[in-house]
């Protein structure tokens, strides 16, 4: 009886460790596959030209997507100079200052902000900065990129500051620092490692989004100079390619693609490499 | 570094504290001279929950003062009375007197008062930076930017750690052992300059070694500073304090020399208490 159950518990225990081993790998598998895909497609259509060139009009051949991606830096710029700051104060807020009630709906409200789909923070942005102007804009998509930064880099910066052991902070308000004294010169340095990556995830995120910005930054074959036209992105490239009837223009999709998810993990890697070389993430 | 504020800001509380000094005698006049904390009266809340009850004792200057009691008697909120730092905590209240050198510390202002009062707490808990930054970064935030480097010599060298860490002040905090991670805690509540170290259980995640080195420090420390320790340890509070008091659910039950509580205790309570049969 006894060993009937020992058998049964450890072989429910193997069955259990292969399916959580399976999924684990799973995850993995779908980024190496995507990676693989991509290379395969995108990488043979990669050449200098698509880092310096235009695009060629239609019918030609050839040409690049200097624009799109001068583009993209450029709406996640904005994106970053408008939604990180937000998000990383009202994050401090949560998580130092927010009584339970007010905290609640904060933290309910991003919640709910985060789950606004992009098609509808784009209306938004198309209504507050298109409509008025009557044209589309960089500014216009930056505020829309900006507006799902936001949430993301709440919660990120409440969940790290969170995380910070409270001893840390009694030692600083034991020394005569002020509350906010102490967030700065103690905590938030504390937490940086972890709230620099949840920032870089989140501008990772939006990079990829292609929604708000169709009706915000539009697109644009040509350059787009300062901050009030029309610009060309990645993403929506991607999309306008990806649907023309050209095998050209598909495998120049394929190479936007490669290129937008090259961006996102050098950004990934990089902030990891830096962040441990100042040894900031062992405290995270 | 002796504080400026000392002599102004005479309060009403204080004026009667003052005047009720100047009518008892001579030598009730002179000792009272040699106290640096005296507690009145001191009832702490927890919301409803009351977790300290009309507490009376006073602390001695330049001597160390150890608080001992089983877990939950309060000692410990009653030691973070002392430098107030049970206000992080809402929904607390403190009703009572307790005046640091005569003056009413609940109507000080707080950074100065932590200033004056520095606190150890029971795990090290050094801040992610180097250990110079550790040791200087309270007298940043009190903005002195003088001979910073000669300071953290100084209080490195008071706290017994200037030896094993001089080659290495710009190395992190958290890179040396635990035993040494308390005493950079202790070298950076001394940068300051506090008149009164409070130690909140400062060795009990440390091994017995390093235990006496931190006690041998206290004892070092008592030229220029007096301490109040809070203590579960029994054999500790008798090696390292003069005084002892004894606490059990938030009431201060015994207060005397070290040598007389351990040996003639008054109290039954504390009697049984050091003799282990509870706690």
Redesign the interface.
Known sequence: MRQARLVWRKSLNAVMLTLTGVAAFGVVAILFLILGYLIWNGGRSLNFDFFTQLPKPVGETGGGMANAILGSLKLLFLAALMGLPVGLLAGVYLAEFGGKVFSFVIRYTTDLLNGVPSIVIGIFAYTLLVLPVKHFSTLAGGLALAVMVIPITVRATEEFLRAIPGSLREGAMALGASQWRTIATVILPAASGGIITGMLLSLARVAGETAPLLFTAFSNRFWSPGWTQPTASLPVMIYTYAIAPYDDWHRQAWAAGLILLGLVLLANMGCRVVLSRRGITRSV | MASASQGNNATAAQLAHQMRVSEKTPAAVEKEASVRFEISDLNFYYGAKQAVFGLNLKIPKNKVTALIGPSGCGKSTFLRTL?R?NE?IRNTRVVGHILLDGQNILEMD??????RV??V?Q?P?????SIYDNVA??LR??GYSGRLNDLVEHSLKRAALWDEVKDALHK?A?ALSGGQQQRL?IA??LA?DPEVLLLDEPCSALDPVTTAKIEELMFQLKDSCTMAIVTHNMQQAARASDFTAFMLDGKLIEHNETSKLFTTPQDPRTEAYITGRFG
Do not use: W
């Open positions: 430098n730092m992080t707080v950074v100065k008062l932590r200033r520095g606190m707490f795990r808990n050094p801040f992610p930076k970064y309270g935030i009190n992190s958290f805690c950076r509540a300051v």
